[in-house]
């Protein structure tokens, strides 16, 4: 993935569930506003890619946090549950 977009941002992998997410993860990000014209092109990469992982694209909108990781959300594999109970909607 880092060959195919070098413009992303990559983190370090989380070894412990973290925020929202309820199994460890690792995240990448599109770097800047700019780049949400690549959205299709990694989903499509992703959707290829994934074999056996689950994965969550999501926006950075104006919707908030809540609308992102939900009907914003873009899954592939196993969609997860996210722990957003208490978040605003």
């Given at each position: 993935?880092?060959?195919q977009?070098?413009?992303?941002?990559?983190?370090?992998?989380?070894?412990?569930?973290?925020?929202p997410?309820?199994l460890p993860?690792w995240?990448?990000d599109?770097?800047?506003?700019d780049n949400?014209?690549?959205?299709?092109?990694?989903?499509d990469?992703i959707?290829?890619e994934h074999?056996?992982?689950s994965?969550?694209?999501?926006?950075?909108?104006f919707?908030?946090?809540?609308?992102?990781?939900?009907?914003?959300?873009?899954?592939v594999?196993?969609?997860l549950e996210?722990?957003i109970?208490g978040w605003?909607?």
């Open positions: 993935m880092k060959q977009f070098p413009w992303m941002r990559f983190y370090e992998p989380n070894d412990v569930p973290i925020g997410h309820p993860m995240e990448a599109f770097a800047s506003y949400r014209v690549f959205w299709g092109e990694v989903c990469f959707n290829e074999e056996d992982l994965v969550l694209v999501h926006p950075h909108s919707d908030g946090d809540y609308a992102d990781h939900t009907k914003n959300a873009f899954w594999g196993d969609v996210l722990r109970q605003k909607r």
